[in-house]
């Protein structure tokens, strides 16, 4: 791609810049994703009174001191050009960069910010600084009175808060509700402790539920948020069996069921004897839906039925003619419709039981509620004692010395004066917490009112579930904002690091190992397709090479991976990735 030649997104590119508003950006990998961020910061530095108006937020310290090495090294840039010491860059896209840096540069003169002299007055920093600042500002509304430390791994803080939990077992005020919680896993006391402390790791995702739950309300609670989930999880199956699709089922799937029911089968497929109307996406059409999933998916696999398992078994006699024919032929023919879609969104529901089927559980909700509450004060004694806490601590002590949305504390209203503008990076690995700070933080802001939010991400790189990171979250964000922030969505498609080759192959394959559809239930994240800068090279840009799993299978791998790594080296640098570190000894040797 030459210079002249225009990106196939840079009209959104250009849109991502634009102070006024606020946006959500999929940044896949080797998009630029650094570069927009360094761009957009120069162009809201050059807008504000202070450069502490604006706040990047990255995920680590090292991102954290790449941003602003990349950012003064514009402004150095700029600077050197107007003292006659550097020349103009050669590339449109630099010259432009430069034109920001050079706007901040006279802002930072105007207001006398001194930048180069004072680089730590630019607010780029993590989550955690962030939350470690804030919690430490107001150190009784956060709960945080000490310095604390961060413990990176609190898996030992959180068994030891399980272990006390199960031993309030001996004390008559907590018996029934402990006993409750150990008879429901069969007084297994391992597993028991495993899965409190498993709670203990996300209970961001429900500390601040226990404080609104009562006995009474809980039956009506529980139902509306379950039915909810059933509508949420039945609308992406929606997508595919439409309603045109679900007419052209309902001949034979009548015909299956009333075959069924005729021979007093227990399949849930007779539900469908009497279907006459398009389902749903509701909780009293679970049961249709779920025995839909019957007909059309096998037993174990839960893939999509080939024709040799449209059998008597499911409801099709066999017959060469006649109604039983017909029937099995229609079946036949939707199900060739459906074979290259993804089965799993429906193959789901069949996970799922009907709101009025979870009444008996609500009194065990009840005591687990209990034991979660009693688990979530043994592990701040172990915080205390230990002076320990760890990142969900930090970032709910943040949360916290905010406020409430309605009632905000006096450092969320001085933060509203002082942040003007927000940038969120690698914004698919935010966790709940982390979230509901953003929602704190931006808390109050109205369109055209001076602020700004702006998240990059690329929800096909998640890597921080162990962090608690959501991948939901993202895309409930490209959908819904953030808290009153609404947020318009960008996706990049230029891809600057690989060769065409590569880009075009990941195309090819990249849709069958990720979802169909996009659904921030479950959260699954189809694959985007990118477009290259970079030409194609003139070797295949992917090769496979196979081998007999014999006894002598790893150490024939090994030698051929050594023959292509020596091979590769005159070309640069090499990498060997591998599922497991076992996987590598041959290799390494």
């Known amino acids: 791609m030459t210079e002249s030649t225009p990106l196939i997104d840079a009209g959104a590119r250009e849109r991502a810049l634009d102070p006024r508003h606020s946006f959500i950006v999929q940044a896949p990998a080797g998009s630029g994703k650094t570069e927009l961020l360094t761009n957009r910061l120069l162009v809201l530095l050059a807008t504000v009174d202070e450069p502490e108006e604006v706040v990047a937020i990255t995920f680590t310290r090292k ?4 941003m602003r090495v990349r ?8 600077a050197a050009v107007a003292a006659g010491t550097a020349s103009e860059p050669d590339s449109a896209h630099e010259r432009a960069t430069l034109a920001r840096a050079r706007a901040v540069l006279a802002r930072d003169a105007e207001r006398d910010w001194q930048l180069l002299q004072q680089p730590n007055r630019l607010r780029i920093q993590t989550f955690d600084s962030l939350c470690s600042l804030l919690a430490r500002q107001t150190p009784y509304l956060s709960r945080l009175g000490g310095q604390a430390q961060i413990r990176e791994d609190a898996d030992t803080l959180y068994q030891l808060a399980a272990q006390r939990t199960l031993a309030l077992l001996e004390d008559p005020d907590y018996f029934e509700t402990v006993a409750a919680f150990l008879r429901h896993v069969d007084n297994d006391g391992n597993k028991a402790q495993r899965l409190l402390v498993s709670m203990l790791a996300r209970r961001e995702q429900w500390q601040d539920l226990l404080g609104s ?11 509306a948020d379950w039915s909810a989930l059933i509508a949420a999880s039945i609308a992406p199956v929606l997508q595919l069996l439409d309603s045109r699709l679900q007419t052209a089922l309902m001949a034979p799937a009548q015909h299956a069921a009333r075959h069924l029911l005729a021979a007093q089968s ?3 497929i007779i539900a469908l004897h009497d279907w006459d109307r398009p389902l749903r996406a509701r909780a009293e059409d679970l049961p249709r839906w779920q025995a839909l999933a019957e007909l059309l998916l096998t037993k174990t696999e ?3 039925r080939k024709p040799g398992g449209i059998t008597v078994k499911l409801g099709f006699p066999a017959a060469k003619n006649g109604p039983d024919f017909e029937a099995k032929q229609l079946m036949l023919e939707q199900l060739a419709v459906l074979a290259d879609y993804d089965p799993a969104p429906l193959a789901d529901l069949l996970l799922l039981c009907q709101p009025d089927d979870l009444s008996e559980q609500s009194g065990f909700l009840w005591h687990l509620a209990g034991v979660l509450r009693l688990a979530l004060a043994q592990l701040w004694l172990v915080f205390a004692e230990r002076n320990e806490i760890d990142f969900s601590q930090m970032a709910h002590a943040a949360i916290a010395a905010l406020g409430e949305f309605d009632e905000p504390s ?3 209203l001085a933060l509203d004066y002082k942040i003007r503008h927000l940038l969120v990076d690698e914004c698919q690995d935010t966790s709940v917490g982390q979230f509901a700070l953003l929602k704190k933080l931006t808390a109050g802001w109205q369109p055209g009112d001076g602020h700004s939010l702006f998240l990059v991400g690329d929800p096909m790189q998640s890597i921080y579930r162990f962090r608690k990171a959501e991948v939901s979250l993202f895309l409930d964000a490209r959908q819904h904002g953030v808290g009153q922030v609404p947020l318009e969505p960008i996706t990049l498609q230029a891809n600057f690091r690989s060769q065409a080759g590569i880009v075009e ?3 090819r394959h990249g849709p069958t190992l990720l979802a169909a559809h996009e659904d921030s239930v479950r959260g699954a994240v189809p694959y985007s397709a990118a477009v290259a800068v970079k030409p194609a090279l003139a070797e295949p840009a992917v090769q496979c090479h196979g081998f007999s799993k014999t006894a002598s299978y790893p150490d024939a791998e090994a030698a051929r991976v050594v023959q292509l790594v020596q091979a590769a080296l005159d070309h640069g640098s090499v990498a060997i990735l591998a599922r497991a570190r076992s996987h590598l000894f041959e290799i390494a040797a």
């Open 410 to 412: 006096e450092l969320a």
């Open 63 to 66: 991102a954290a001191a790449e």
């Open 213 to 223: 739950l009562s006995h009474p309300a809980l039956d009506e609670r529980l139902h």
């Open 505 to 507: 192959w990941l195309n």
């Open 71 to 78: 950012l003064l090294h514009k402004l150095e840039q700029a």
């Open 266 to 268: 227990d399949s849930p």
């Open 302 to 304: 839960r893939n999509w």
